[in-house]
């Protein structure tokens, strides 16, 4: 059985016409002459499918030639004229082997204890990228959204001086500064509303806005301002 070469072209089982050769002591270009016949003849309306042609390389002069690989009825009607007990026994090897290899076909194969080990982290693998893709486009519920809008206002109303303070109660200077940390944020996370932050950053953004700091310029507006109230 070892002798026989007959390959699994995703999901077709073929023989090559030089294997053929080979098996049945004939010359290559005895069994194309063969086959070449059956097309002309019209024997069968569908031999491009029972014999599907195909080249290889030789192995010395590096020059390609014709072959075809032979479907299990293309092989059956090939060997219709080859006489013979010689003939006869690889026949029935040919046959053989078709039908043990197309039973392996339809009969799913077992897995062994390793490869079912492989699937199953395969399985897992692929569900926890699917969980972390979710997880990561995820963005944050109205819950945390309040949270972030409390927290930001506990920021701010800390750096104008508190509620009583004369820069809390001007609006401008506290607009300006309710607009710079938000501002920042967006800027920080890249962001176009600060409710598409992503889930997995939130405790991220609670972090920015405890350790965020007033700019520069606004600063100065604020203790200016506060400067006034305790004149």
């Excluded at 195909?54 to 004229?81: I, P, V």
């Excluded at 080990?117 to 990228?129: A, F, N, P, R, T």
């Excluded at 965020?212 to 400067?227: A, F, M, Q, S």
Aim: charged residues 30%; aromatic residues 10%; contains cysteine.
């Amino acid at each position: 059985m070892d002798l026989i070469n007959i390959e699994n072209r995703k999901g077709n089982l073929v023989v090559s016409s030089r294997e053929v050769a080979k098996n049945f002591d004939k010359e290559h270009k005895h069994v194309i002459r063969d086959i070449a016949n059956i097309q002309t003849d019209g024997v069968a309306q569908n031999w491009a499918d029972l014999f599907i042609e195909t080249e290889y390389q030789h192995e010395q002069n590096k020059q390609f030639y014709r072959e075809y690989l032979l479907t299990r009825d293309g092989f059956s009607l090939l060997a219709m004229g080859f006489t013979g007990k010689k003939a006869l026994e690889w026949k029935l090897k040919y046959i053989e082997v078709f039908s043990k290899m197309e039973q392996e076909l339809r009969e799913p194969r077992k897995l062994s204890a390793m490869e079912q080990l492989k699937l199953q982290y395969e399985v897992i693998g692929d569900h926890d990228e699917r969980l972390t893709h979710l997880e990561n486009n995820m963005t944050i519920d109205y819950g945390q959204q309040q949270q972030l809008q409390n927290t930001a206002k506990s920021k701010v109303i800390k750096a104008l001086g508190g509620i009583n303070s004369n820069a809390y109660k001007e609006r401008s200077v506290r607009g300006k500064v309710f607009s710079a940390i938000w501002k920042d944020y967006k800027d920080y996370f890249m962001l176009g509303s600060y409710k598409d932050t992503a889930r997995v950053n939130f405790d991220k953004a609670l972090d920015f806005f405890n350790d965020w700091t007033v700019p520069g310029r606004v600063l100065r507006e604020i203790e200016d301002c506060n400067k006034q109230m305790s004149l």
